[in-house]
């Protein structure tokens, strides 16, 4: 599946660093709640702009659901696209949107415990 299929045009900064987070938060908690083994997302996941997806690695669940968080992401309709916390217009199906809020509680504070202070900004905000 490539999450970018109908997208022409190029990924601001902020999309990126957002899309970025979103793929760190996942493989922390990925690597801290689930045993199985662990592969990159599927090589015809491309993200104009991120080049080294592919260092990442998931088990099949949290691939699927990075793969359906990624996609959504890029066919958000507002300009700006606001925090997803903040959105009035909520993309993701009711239990992916929990998901993402176990995600987020989890790895925030774990990698700003590893010294991931950049990413109080994206925590809080």
């Known amino acids: 599946m ?3 299929a109908g997208q022409t045009t190029s990924l601001s900064r902020r999309e990126i660093n957002d899309l970025l987070v979103l793929v760190r938060f996942t493989e922390v908690y990925c690597a801290a709640k689930h045993a199985e083994q662990r ?6 996941l491309e993200l104009p702009g991120i080049a080294d997806l592919q260092r990442y690695r998931f088990c099949a669940d949290c691939g699927d ?3 359906y968080a990624i996609e959504r992401r890029l066919r958000c309709p507002l300009d700006p696209k606001p925090a997803c916390k903040h959105c009035q217009v909520h993309c993701y199906r009711a239990e992916m ?6 995600v987020m509680r989890f790895s925030g504070p774990a990698l700003i415990k590893r ?7 994206h925590y809080f905000f």
């Open 65 to 67: 659901f990075l793969q």
């Open 115 to 121: 010294g991931r202070l950049d990413l109080l900004w």
């Open 97 to 102: 949107r929990e998901k993402v809020r176990e």
């Open 39 to 44: 592969q990159p997302l599927p090589a015809d």
């Open 2 to 4: 490539n999450a970018a």
